[in-house]
């Protein structure tokens, strides 16, 4: 069974430049998280979707980050403008069940200079 | 609002020792508490997962304790290996399934 996919790995991008994450969660996995793991810390929960609705979006910067999951397959993140404290690490993950564990990507490494 | 805390920040062990991490919760009406490990540079890994009915989980060396009237959970690791070291994380959950992640333990068990 192929695990989370996310892309890029790695992104390096100036200030108030716009930046998009990709995430492939595992087949049939309902569903999908977004979080951010700045350096030191736990990961913090961006937004949670259940298929293509939201369940939890309570600590999303709805000023510059938007996610989108529009078949209830992949997501994507969106930050626009990037600010130096959005440099972190973001990670996908998702589950069948809410209930269940979760099974995490890579990641995808952000540094905004 | 969940608050998660570890304890210690960082340990360093020699091969063979036993160990314990802590971590604490503010909030006992937790649905689950689950223990991960994080190698540098990569993502997540599950390791036990406790249902707020039961006490503790066991795979192989790993043991996990959940006691929330206090609101604390321990993982021990029995015979430690330099293969054990990595960033182990502890996280309460909801019942739709949020985490909320204490900031981690950096455990190296050196030969």
């Known amino acids: 069974e192929a695990g989370v996919a996310q892309s890029p790995r790695y992104k390096i991008i100036e200030k108030r430049q716009s930046v998009a994450f990709w995430c492939n969660p595992i087949?049939?996995?309902?569903?999908l998280y977004w979080y951010q793991q700045i350096l030191g810390q736990g990961p913090k929960l961006l937004i949670q979707?259940?298929?293509?609705?939201?369940?939890?979006d309570s600590q999303l910067p709805k000023d510059r980050f938007s996610a989108e999951r529009l078949k209830g397959v992949d997501s994507t993140l969106k930050i626009q403008p990037a600010k130096l404290e959005d440099s972190a690490v973001y990670l996908c993950?998702?589950?069948?069940?809410?209930?269940?564990?979760?099974?995490f990507g890579p990641g995808t490494r952000l540094l905004v200079l | 609002k969940q608050e998660v805390t570890q304890i210690p920040a960082a340990l360093s062990v020699p091969e063979g020792e036993n160990l314990v991490l802590n971590c604490s919760f503010t909030?006992?009406?937790?649905?689950?508490l689950q223990w991960f490990r994080q190698d540098p540079g990569k993502g997540l890994t599950s390791l036990l997962l406790?249902?707020?009915?039961?006490r503790e989980q066991t795979s192989g060396r790993l043991n996990a304790s959940l006691d929330k009237s206090s609101g604390r959970s321990t993982l021990y690791i029995a015979a430690s290996q330099p293969g054990d070291s990595a960033t182990y994380l502890c996280?309460?959950?909801?019942?739709?399934?949020?985490?909320?992640f204490g900031q981690g333990t950096i455990l190296t068990v050196h030969p």
């Open positions: 909030d006992s009406a937790i649905y689950n």
């Open positions: 993950a998702s589950n069948r069940d809410s209930q269940e564990t979760q099974y």
């Open positions: 406790i249902q707020s009915s039961q």
């Open positions: 979707f259940q298929n293509n609705g939201v369940v939890d």
């Open positions: 996280a309460g959950g909801t019942s739709y399934g949020k985490l909320t």
């Open positions: 087949s049939g996995h309902a569903t």
